[in-house]
């Protein structure tokens, strides 16, 4: 199995990025109740404007398996942060490369962006029904933040989670690498 290299997100990887974005989250029923996000997740060029987007790819081959948007309070897409904390949205792995280490990698990667910006806390919300996202944020060390939780619309139901930097690890052997930007 080959390692997965998470960087920065160029425009060239827009495309696979909408579509393993709109097939993860049809994948995992995101949108039965909101089918218009799709649109949303496709407009990838929006997102890399509003904070920092990163792709996650197969450190052989390149190809682009998961993307993440890295963002911080008072941008255009935070939702729940405020001072101090840094949040992450629309992480989505290529149904095809789940169970890979993908999401892990990108939550990782943003894990220690936020350390660098000098963040304590990185906070998320994902649907209620998302288990295996419950999981793989537990496993991470997140934990469950009840009085954040939020309903963008009816029947979407969206859980917060939390992050205190401190606690949490800040380097693991078994993580993907992160390619770090490189000056123009």
């Known amino acids: 199995m080959s390692g997965v290299l998470v960087r920065p997100a160029e425009p060239a990887d827009y495309a696979a990025i909408a579509r393993l974005s709109v097939a993860a989250y049809r994948a995992d029923g995101q949108l039965d109740a909101a089918p218009h996000y799709a649109a949303e997740l496709a407009d990838v060029p929006a997102r890399a404007r509003a904070g920092e987007l990163l792709a996650a790819g197969d450190e052989t081959t390149g190809e682009v398996l998961g993307s993440v948007l890295f963002v911080l309070p008072g941008t255009p897409y935070a939702e729940l942060s405020g001072p101090g904390e840094?949040?992450?949205?629309?992480?989505?792995?290529?149904?095809?490369?789940?169970?890979?280490?993908?999401?892990?990698?990108?939550?990782?990667?943003?894990?220690?962006?936020?350390?660098?910006?000098?963040?304590?806390?990185?906070?998320?919300?994902?649907?209620s029904f998302a288990a295996a996202a419950h999981r793989l944020y537990a496993r991470l060390g997140f934990v469950r933040t009840p009085e954040r939780d939020w309903s963008p619309m009816p029947g979407v139901d969206l859980h917060a989670f939390r992050i205190d930097l401190a606690a949490a690890p800040e380097h693991d052997p078994s993580a993907a690498r992160t390619a770090q930007p490189q000056p123009a």
């Open 86 to 127: 840094a949040e992450f949205r629309m992480l989505a792995v290529d149904p095809a490369a789940q169970g890979r280490g993908v999401g892990s990698a990108l939550v990782r990667a943003c894990l220690a962006r936020a350390r660098e910006l000098g963040c304590h806390r990185v906070v998320l919300c994902t649907r």
